[in-house]
Each structure stands twice: as structure tokens, then as C-alpha cells.
């Protein structure tokens, strides 16, 4: 069976990646990553990359002057490493309209809520702060505009009492390590679902 052939992007530490690299490297698991790319070369999500024998690449936003010229340095990264999906995980850009459209519907993100709750930052504070029982992440296809697209698959995680941003975040964050795996287990199969 051909694998789905994953790109990931990052800008920081890399759990998400590393659920990812963790999964793929079950001989069942239908999906490989092909191509790591970061916008801030000393994330350590590169290391965790390199130590996999993932091919990777800095491509530093601030050398290009708008997201336009970025996002199109990005689309022949992506092109060049032969993926199929590509898997926002913890990558701190928004994307163009031209990018999301290049890439209708093969462009995903995991992002520390229940969306559309909480689109942006501060999630865990915010959800604290609004008072909510449940909080949680979502798996969504990626559209121009911050946080945007059609929600694939979410996990909720329960707000305790004296639970702090932090402490929240945490439980939050191991829900998402178990969540994008599954999401890409599910689209490898089901490409109907997403071609």
C-alpha cells in the first residue's frame, strides 16, 4: 500500500511533530512524513526531525517581503518533497488566500480548542477566563484567515477545578497527541474525504 505522503510545517518545539514521527513509525501506519519546514531555524522540532532522518528546511519568513512571496518559496518546497498533505503543527503564520487555495483542502492545522471557540492565542487563559466546562482541540482543513476551515475531528477535554492555563494546557496538549495522528490515519484512508 502507497503511504500519504506528509509535509509538516513548525516554528517551535515540535510535540505535535513528534506524535506524528511516533506514529508514522508503526510499518501499519498509512502515512509518511516527507518534509519538515520551520520558519524559525533553531526550532527545536528540527531536531527532533533530523533525529528521524526527516529531510528539512528553514525558510525564514523575514527574508520575504509579504506572505505572498513566503507562501510561494513554500508551495515549491512542498512540490519538490512529492507530499500530498501538508500539516500545520505549531506553525505561527497565517497562510495566503492564494496558499490555501494552491492547496484546497491538503493543508491542516491542530489547534488548542474547540473551534470556532477560541480562534488565535491564550486559548487555555481564555477558556478559563469565559468560565467553560469542557475545553479541548480540533483538527481543521485550512483556509485563509486565522484559525479558518472546515473542523475534521475534535477532542474535549474537561476543565477541572483550580485548573490554571498551564495545567489545562497540558492535558489539552496530550489530547492533540493522540487526535493528529488519528485525523491523518483517517484522511490516508478515506481520500474521499479530503481529494
Given amino acids: ?50 533525529d528521524a532522518n526527516i529531510e528539512t ?3 525564514n519568513h523575514k527574508d520575504y517581503k509579504d506572505r505572498e512571496s513566503f507562501d510561494a518559496a513554500l508551495t515549491v518546497i512542498v512540490e519538490n518533497s512529492g507530499a500530498e498533505l501538508i500539516c500545520l503543527a505549531g506553525f505561527m503564520r497565517i497562510l495566503s488566500a492564494g496558499f490555501t487555495e494552491r492547496w484546497h483542502r491538503r493543508v491542516i492545522n491542530i489547534h488548542p480548542s474547540l473551534l470556532p471557540d477560541f480562534k488565535g492565542l491564550d486559548t487555555h487563559a481564555r477558556a478559563l477566563a469565559a ?39 497540558a492535558r489539552v496538549l496530550l489530547a492533540e497527541h493522540t487526535l493528529y495522528p488519528q485525523v491523518i490515519k483517517i484522511l490516508a484512508n478515506n481520500p474521499e474525504l479530503w481529494l
Fill in 57 to 59: 528546511t528553514t525558510l
Fill in 131 to 169: 468560565g467553560h466546562v469542557e475545553h479541548g482541540c480540533t483538527v481543521h482543513h485550512v483556509e485563509a484567515g486565522l484559525d479558518d476551515g472546515p473542523v475534521i475531528l475534535q477532542a474535549r477535554v474537561p476543565v477541572v477545578a483550580g485548573d490554571t492555563p498551564e495545567t489545562l494546557a
Fill in 1 to 50: 500500500m502507497d503511504k500519504l505522503k506528509l509535509a509538516v510545517l513548525i516554528s517551535g518545539r515540535g510535540s505535535n511533530l513528534q506524535a506524528l514521527i511516533d506514529a508514522c513509525g508503526d510499518p501499519d501506519f498509512p502515512a509518511m512524513i516527507v518534509h519538515v519546514v520551520s520558519n524559525v531555524a533553531d526550532a527545536y522540532g528540527l531536531v527532533r526531525a533530523a
